[in-house]
Antibody, heavy 114, light 107 residues
Framework: QLVQSGAEVKKPGASVKLSCKAS????????LHWVRQAPGEGLEWVGIINLSGGATSYAQKFKGRVTMTRDTSTSTVYMELRSLKSEDTAVYYC?????????WGQGTKVTVSS | DIQMAQSPSSLSASVGDRVSVTCRAS??????LAWYQQTPGKAPRLLLYAASRLPSGVPPRFSGSGSGTEFTLTISSLQPEDYASYYCQQYYSTPETFGQGTKLEIK
């Protein structure tokens, strides 16, 4: 399973670092993705991290603002999003890719408001 | 980027109805297509992968078809718990894009 960190409230311009802790599977055998969902909207792919080597790839709109890392000793993945804007208000999900995105975290709500 | 066009955006149907949702990819994605179900306040749940394969635990009333650029999700006989939003997703190449979603409502 994937267990995500708790809700965050941030001011515009701030940064947020979310976590996603994995259990029940061999961490380094998979890729993990981050997907977000703004209120009332659809699903938006943010990026991917290879849990073995740590290589990452990000959606163009987030490049320069997002960093994904992993800690293999604790089977935890982190996503940091910087220079937050009100449009970043969303629920952020981590998801394991095996046969498509087969395991999802419960989501972390991030609210950006002054 | 590969664009995914999903239709309809909303659908009203009754319990027991057969319903279908279509997803079109902007380029050939072979069978690298997944469908997800999402209920309000919950994370998406994988319904189908490789266009037509059911993960363990998904009821057989859900089925998928297609390859290349056109795909269909079919629910053979709607149950009350099926009222939800449905999303297609291509995982042929990054960014792994989603369709806009289909909201299935009770008629």
């Amino acid at each position: 399973q994937l267990v995500q960190s708790g809700a965050e409230v941030k001011k515009p311009g701030a940064s947020v670092k979310l976590s996603c802790k994995a259990s029940g599977f061999t961490f380094t055998k998979y890729y993990l993705h981050w997907v977000r969902q703004a209120p009332g909207e659809g699903l938006e792919w943010v990026g991917i991290i290879n849990l073995s080597g740590g290589a990452t790839s990000y959606a163009q709109k987030f490049k320069g603002r997002v960093t994904m890392t992993r800690d293999t000793s604790t089977s935890t993945v982190y996503m940091e999003l910087r220079s937050l804007k009100s449009e970043d208000t969303a629920v952020y999900y981590c998801a394991r890719k095996s046969n498509a995105f087969d395991i999802w975290g419960q989501g972390t709500k991030v609210t950006v408001s002054s | 980027d590969i664009q995914m066009a999903q239709s309809p955006s909303s659908l009203s149907a009754s319990v027991g109805d057969r319903v279908s949702v279509t997803c079109r990819a902007s380029q050939d994605i072979s069978n690298s297509l997944a469908w997800y179900q999402q209920t309000p306040g919950k994370a998406p749940r994988l319904l189908l992968y490789a266009a037509s394969r059911l993960p363990s635990g998904v009821p057989p009333r859900f089925s998928g078809s297609g390859s290349g650029t056109e795909f269909t999700l079919t629910i053979s006989s709607l149950q009350p718990e099926d009222y939800a939003s449905y999303y297609c997703q291509q995982y042929y190449s990054t960014p792994e894009t989603f369709g806009q979603g289909t909201k299935l409502e009770i008629k």
